[in-house]
């Protein structure tokens, strides 16, 4: 068995970001993911940054028979301060679902961590949301482990049902969380659902190879010139040319290994999930073919892990 597979929504609706702008666009998506398996959908009351709130529309007109996660609203032009207290997060559930057509939602995801609304609070307020019948199981996202491990003490303390799930950026250049936080997650009874498999389209190896128009790092993209600052660098940068090279010259690509490596060879189990994206169908066929291949060989994974060596002096704090 392998990890599911969920499809993210955050770049539905955004405009000069793939295909996927309207109802009429989204339909095809939505058929394409059910005759490949997938009906698990991750969406946030932010997305698509420039658009909140579409991406939940555009969900709501056409994912009947989905399973379906979204996060409270945040607000990115702040610190995240006071997202988690009792009445925002109330107004943000509410919409949410509302746009989404549903009287509840699977996980309710936390975006990121609120410094300001004490944690008994927003552990509270989350389990007040289950008892509401909004949502089956709440999580947390891009939150720091020091924080997460007060809120099992506080989940232990008051007997409240714990965070089921964490969701955070993992590929093989991004593993920081294989060593402190998946351990707690397990001893806490927690799955993790890891997004960014292909490190928001870097391990495709089109930017370091100046391949890059008409994709996420192009400047003329929404994200274009946000993409470029996050995944710059000359050690990363070189890095990433070096196994770029080697794969190809194992007969592979880089998208491949790098998805086949979190199927087959990564600490994800079966309760676990990788988030994919895409701007076009043809991307979701690709990537499920992908998920479908077998382990890699053994040279190639000595190559998957010189690349982690190679970038981890500067990614190992990535969540």
Known sequence: MSPKLIFGTGGLGMAGSGSFQDVD?????????KELGITHLDTAARYPPPSPGLAEQLVGSTAEGFVVDTKVLTDTSTDGSGDLEKETMEESVNASLGRLKRESVNILYSHRADPATPLVDQVRNFNEQIQQGHCKHWGVSNTPPAVLEEMLKICDKNGWQKPR???????????????????????????????????????????????YTGTRFDTSSPVGSVMQKMFSGDQ??????????????????????????????????????IILGASRIEQVHDTVALTRKGPLEGNVLALAEELWQDVKSLRSEIL
């Open 236 to 273: 990363l940068m070189v890095a990433m040319k070096k196994f770029d090279a080697a794969v190809q010259a194992e007969g592979l690509t880089s998208p491949e290994v790098a998805i086949r490596w979190l199927i087959h060879h990564s600490v994800l189990g079966d309760d676990d999930g």
């Open 165 to 211: 799930y964490y969701q955070g950026s993992y590929s093989l250049i991004t593993r920081g969380m294989e060593t402190k936080l998946f351990p707690m997650l397990r001893s806490a009874g927690m799955h993790f659902n890891g997004y960014q498999p292909l490190a928001a389209g870097f391990l495709t190896g089109k930017f370091v190879n100046n391949d």
């Open 25 to 33: 666009s989204v339909r095809p998506l939505m058929s394409t993911l």
